[in-house]
C-alpha cells in the first residue's frame, strides 16, 4: 500500500514557476514509477510527467517538454515536478500517482493516487 500527498500548488503569474512535491508512504517507494497527471475544469486526466524507479527514465508530454522537469529522491520517499515558464493553460488539479510496473501514459495503470493540489496561472 503506498499514500501519497501532494503539496506546492498555488496561484502564479504567467512565466512563473511552481514545485510540486509528493510525499509517499511506504517502505517500497523506490520500486515504484511515479507519475504526474492534471485535470483542467471539464476536461479528462492527462498525461505529465513519469519517473522509472531509479530516476533514471523520465518521460514528459510534448506540451511540458522544456518547461517541466520530473525528479524523485528515493531516501526521502518524494517525487517533485519543476514547472517553469507556466502558461494559463497550465491551470488544473495536479496528481501524483504511483505505480508498481514499467511507465506508462496510461491513467488506468497507476495504482495510487494522490488527493491533487491546484495549479493556477493567471495575470
Known amino acids: 500500500q503506498v499514500q501519497l500527498v501532494e503539496s506546492g500548488g498555488g496561484l502564479v503569474q504567467p512565466g512563473g514557476s511552481l514545485r510540486l512535491s509528493c510525499a509517499a508512504s511506504?517502505?517500497?517507494?523506490?520500486?515504484?514509477?511515479m507519475g504526474w497527471f492534471r485535470q483542467a475544469a471539464g476536461k479528462e486526466r492527462e498525461f505529465v510527467a513519469s519517473?522509472?524507479?531509479?530516476?533514471?527514465?523520465?518521460y514528459l508530454a510534448d506540451s511540458v517538454k522544456g518547461r517541466f522537469t520530473i525528479s524523485r529522491d528515493n531516501a526521502k520517499n518524494t517525487v517533485y515536478l519543476q514547472m517553469n515558464s507556466l502558461k494559463i493553460e497550465d491551470t488544473a488539479v495536479y496528481y501524483c500517482?504511483?505505480?508498481?510496473?514499467?511507465?506508462?501514459?496510461?491513467?488506468?495503470?497507476?495504482?495510487?493516487w494522490g488527493q491533487g493540489t491546484q495549479v493556477t496561472v493567471s495575470s
Open positions: 519517473s522509472s524507479w531509479s530516476g533514471g527514465n523520465t
Open positions: 511506504g517502505r517500497t517507494f523506490s520500486s515504484y514509477t
Open positions: 500517482a504511483a505505480r508498481n510496473g514499467p511507465a506508462t501514459v496510461t491513467t488506468s495503470r497507476y495504482d495510487y
